[in-house]
């Protein structure tokens, strides 16, 4: 299942760190696109502040791509399933 999330992601990063749209469709990790870890936190930065949400340091830690990233906006938001949820079986 896609995040919700994925698509306002992508246009934020294409907008914040003026990276082009096709790179970010093609590569499988931030890296891959292009974006450093310091542009990944201005991308971190524009998410919070456009979903009005917080995202934790252990959850920033392991994000290597924009599905990673909207994947945790969506859980955040409640629009996935949850951590508490995939270990106690709700």
Not at 18 to 28: K, Q
Request: proline letters at 3%; hydrophobic letters at 50%; a negative charge.
């Amino acid at each position: 299942m896609t995040p919700l999330s994925l698509d306002m992601i992508r246009r934020l990063a294409v907008e914040t760190l003026n990276v082009p749209e096709i790179a970010l469709e093609r590569a499988a990790t931030l890296r891959d696109a292009g974006i450093d870890s310091l542009s990944a936190l201005d991308l971190i930065f524009a998410v919070e502040g456009h979903f009005g949400i917080s995202i934790a340091a252990q959850d920033v830690a392991s994000m290597n791509s924009l599905l990673d990233l909207a994947t945790s906006v969506d859980r955040i938001i409640g629009r996935g399933p949850s951590h508490h949820e995939a270990h106690h079986g709700a």
